[in-house]
């Protein structure tokens, strides 16, 4: 099976035939990301946002195209990037760096992380391993400046969760961000 998810068709799963197996019209459907979002549900789930009239109206799908939850939990637009926070397997979405609005949410849309208003910048952002243990440091930047938001303690366990991830050089605001499943021993 698989999933297209964009512009104004919203949500459609389909197999390799390209036969349509399920249409969701879910509005103007963008920044799809696909990762494990819920321990409750088998397999990946789909998180995605609509750009139409009222934008930031979430939808989360699961692997055979239903729909798990809608809400909407900020009225803008949101890259809905995947961040393995914890490095138990089960990964947040970032809505932005908003110290009011943003945050991070869990797979049943609830804000789990949210960032100090300390004067960062919020205009745009991203999510990277950067200090190397497989967890997702948060970037956050402007025009002017850059901060990197990281877990105030280090991991404490034998294996860690290391999802695999879009290549770097494909960075775009528009691709579908897809994190799939991995485990790596920590030494």
């Not at 036969?19 to 397999?43: F, M, T, W």
């Not at 970032?94 to 049943?108: F, V």
């Not at 960075?171 to 897809?178: C, L």
Request: some cysteine; hydrophobic content about 35%.
């Amino acid at each position: 099976m698989a999933y297209a998810c964009g512009s104004d068709e919203g949500f459609i799963l389909f197999d390799r035939e390209g036969k349509i197996l399920k249409h969701l019209r879910i509005g103007h459907a963008q920044s799809p990301s696909v990762a494990k979002y819920r321990e409750d549900i088998p397999g990946l789930q789909l998180l995605t946002i609509n750009y139409w009239r009222n934008p930031g109206i979430l939808t989360l799908i699961d692997s055979q195209g239903n729909i798990l939850k809608q809400a909407e939990p900020i009225h803008s637009g949101s890259p809905l990037l995947p961040v393995n926070w914890r490095g138990d397997g089960i990964e947040y979405s970032l809505l932005s760096g908003n110290a009011r609005e943003g945050g991070m949410i869990d797979g049943r849309f609830r804000r789990v992380v949210m960032f100090p208003d300390d004067g960062h910048p919020d205009l745009a952002s991203m999510t990277a391993d950067l200090t190397g243990d497989a967890r997702d440091e948060i970037i956050l930047w402007d025009q002017q400046r850059i901060w990197i938001y990281t877990q105030d303690q280090p991991f404490k366990g034998k294996r860690i969760y290391a999802p695999v991830r879009n290549p770097d050089f494909n960075e775009s605001n528009y691709r579908t961000t897809v994190s799939l499943p991995g485990w790596k021993d920590v030494r």
